[in-house]
């Protein structure tokens, strides 16, 4: 809980750019036990910018199930951050296919054009015949 307070009162006075800048910084100096601290806390948070910052602190340390979980959001702010870093994630496609089927329908398109932008051919085949094999004609 300590950590969490120090990483958002650090952010508060900064820029946007700033921010971005000061949130790698700290994610990828903190500590473990910090990091997952922070995760939690972030996540759980009813403030749509700290569920932002924890896909990003998620991302930047390879958290992976924190951002594909975040592709279901209630925030279309989150979900896109989400969609973003999940288009690069270093996981096995399948997880990722798992997570945007159980995502909202505009979030699977999204995903789509993506995952194309972010030059992952194989994902983006593999992930319209998923889209396609279940009926989901608009997403793929």
């Known amino acids: 809980m300590f950590a969490t307070a120090k990483l958002l009162a650090s952010l508060d006075a900064l820029p946007f750019g700033g921010r971005a800048k000061a949130v790698a910084l700290w994610a ?6 910090d990091v997952e601290a922070v995760l939690g806390k972030l996540s759980d948070s009813s403030e749509a910018f700290e569920r932002c910052l924890a896909v990003t602190v998620a991302a930047l340390t ?3 199930p924190v951002v594909l979980g975040a592709l279901g959001d209630a925030s ?3 979900r896109r951050t989400a969609l973003g870093c999940a288009a690069e994630a270093t996981v096995e496609p399948q997880l990722l296919i798992d997570a945007v089927l159980a ?9 789509a054009v993506a995952v194309q932008r972010a030059g992952r051919p194989a994902l983006a085949r593999a992930l319209a015949e998923a889209l396609l094999s279940r009926g989901d004609f608009a997403a793929a």
Do not use: I
């Not at 990828?28 to 036990?33: G, Y």
């Open 62 to 64: 390879q958290r992976w």
């Open 76 to 78: 279309l702010w989150v």
């Open 103 to 111: 995502a909202p329908t505009g979030t699977r398109k999204e995903f």
């Open 28 to 33: 990828r100096s903190a500590k473990p036990a």
